[in-house]
């Protein structure tokens, strides 16, 4: 069965730095996205991208994210000078013209 | 905004069946949702319904919909232990592109043997 894979499973940065998160959404799939979960809070929408293009983002998407599809299987989102709050599980999905399928998930520290 | 919300704790024994809760906000035509969570794992989509419908049966699953309290059940029948995970119920608008989720913020289900 096809499904959404997220690298790496867990990753630790250091306050400031730069972090890729990198996820290969389902093949015939056209829309992206990313979702967020704070230890113990809710799911948040990050962003969706469809057509190479952003459709849809959050306020908490702010000039601290970016999203890219460098080539036709990775969508990578990138958090540059990483704060402590950024602190999470980031799941990456993808969906045809129906449900979103999710990936297992990143979980991101930030020390 | 869209909200959603779910109490946040169930507890029930083996063999019996398990009910969790949903209201949300959004009046508009929807698309509701049901995600599992087990420990460590992603969300696996359980089950969805449309908003013009009032009930969805998917094996041990059934998914209750009433539109005018805006409240949205999921039955689960003949509870197993590997049924303890916590579900994330979640809406979506009808757009032409994509699906942006609302989730609530999950309902921890512990069943005890």
């Known amino acids: 069965e096809p499904e959404v894979t997220q690298t790496p499973s867990h990753q630790v940065t250091q306050m400031g730095q730069e972090v890729i998160l990198r996820c290969v959404p389902i093949?015939?799939?056209?829309?992206f996205y990313w979702y967020r979960q704070i230890l113990g809070q809710k799911v948040e929408f990050l962003v969706s991208?469809?057509?190479?293009?952003?459709?849809?983002k959050s306020e908490i998407f702010d000039d601290q994210f970016s999203v890219e599809r460098p080539d036709g299987s990775n969508f990578t989102l990138k958090i540059r000078s990483t704060k402590l709050e950024d602190s999470a599980m980031y799941f990456c999905?993808?969906?045809?013209?129906?449900?979103?399928?999710f990936g297992q998930g990143t979980r991101l520290t930030v020390v | 905004g869209e909200d959603v919300e779910q109490s946040l704790f169930l507890s029930v024994r083996e063999g019996d069946s398990s009910v969790i809760n949903c209201t949300y906000t959004d009046s508009s035509s929807t698309y509701l949702y049901w995600y599992k969570q087990e420990p460590g794992a992603g969300l696996q989509l359980l089950t969805y319904?449309?908003?013009?419908?009032d009930m969805k049966q998917d094996q041990r699953l059934t998914v209750l919909l009433n539109k005018k309290d805006k409240h949205l059940s999921l039955r689960i029948a003949d509870t197993q232990t590997g049924d303890s995970a916590i579900y994330f119920c979640?809406?979506?608008?009808?757009?032409?592109?994509?699906?942006?989720?609302?989730f609530g913020g999950g309902t921890r289900v512990l069943v005890k043997p």
């Open positions: 319904i449309f908003s013009n419908m």
């Open positions: 979640a809406e979506s608008p009808i757009k032409a592109a994509g699906n942006k989720l609302t």
């Open positions: 093949s015939n799939h056209l829309y």
């Open positions: 991208f469809y057509n190479n293009e952003i459709s849809e």
């Open positions: 999905a993808s969906s045809g013209q129906g449900e979103a399928f």
